[in-house]
């Protein structure tokens, strides 16, 4: 993993559960918050920077909690755990599109493999956040309330699949939704995307986060940055991992079902 620290938030209150949750996290050196509620739970998520979310979807409103947890922003970590009881609770947990679905008891082993597969998931993430170096020649098209656009020639120093920093002459407006125009290779493709600028400085830089990255674009800038660093292992895929009482008797372990 790399050496930024891993922050979940745990929403649940059944105790045997909270204490594999503590001990197998502290062994991997996560900082864990726990809510007993939905409402702080939701309250946390505004507070404090987090990676990954492991809900218990045996309390009430678990669906709500991870609806809001995926709903927090094109940039932010959508990684769920959910743990459940009953076949029925584990079904509305897949439902709800959880990474990983366990049920209780917990196991310990379960939760060490389930939690290496979640954290290499993380790591992916935080490989595709890792700002590369452009130095290319951009331009920032702003449309105007008169619906004319207005173009600003600029530079991308360094760009990521969340963001980027350029450079200006001119002021570029705060918080006002741009596209981002131009090209990873020359000759290649002319690539266009939306975002808004987040920060300034008096020395005509820029911080921009994207808002709407079209597949197409998103598969370029992904290409384009494993050709850079093409030394960065690759990651295990995402996987859902059923652990049933039944199954950890006769294997000692949960089954891992692909999601491809």
Not at 127 to 142: K, Y
Request: with cysteine; glycine share 6%.
């Amino acid at each position: 993993m790399s050496d930024l620290k891993t922050a979940a938030l745990v929403l649940c209150q059944h105790p045997e559960s909270l204490g594999v949750i503590d001990q197998v996290f502290g062994q991997h050196n996560i900082d864990t918050v726990t809510a007993t509620t939905s409402w702080a739970a939701r309250k946390l998520m505004h507070e404090k920077t987090l990676d990954l979310l492991l809900a218990d979807f045996d309390e009430p409103e678990a669906a709500e909690t991870v609806d809001a947890w995926c709903a927090r922003g094109p940039n932010s970590s959508k990684v769920v755990i959910a743990l459940g009881t009953s076949s029925e609770t584990l079904h509305r947990a897949r439902q709800k599109h959880s990474h990983f679905v366990m049920q209780k008891p917990l196991n310990g082993l379960v939760m060490v493999r389930t939690l290496k597969i979640c954290l290499s998931a993380l790591m992916k993430k935080r490989r595709a956040e890792t700002r590369m170096v452009a130095n290319l020649p951009a331009l920032a098209i702003l449309r105007q309330e008169n619906g004319k656009t207005k173009d600003f020639p600029l530079t991308l120093i360094d760009i990521s699949q969340g963001g980027a920093c350029v450079k200006s002459v001119a002021p570029l407006p705060l918080q006002k939704p741009l596209d981002l125009a131009f090209r990873l290779d020359t000759p290649g493709p002319l690539l266009q995307l939306t975002g808004k600028i987040m920060w300034t400085e008096s020395n005509g830089f820029f911080g921009m986060r994207f808002t709407q990255v079209p597949p197409n674009v998103a598969r370029s800038l992904a290409a384009w940055m494993t050709a850079i660093d093409a030394n960065d292992p690759s990651v295990d895929k995402v996987v859902e991992v059923v652990a049933t009482q039944e199954q950890l008797q006769s294997q000692g372990h949960g089954r891992y079902l692909h999601r491809i």
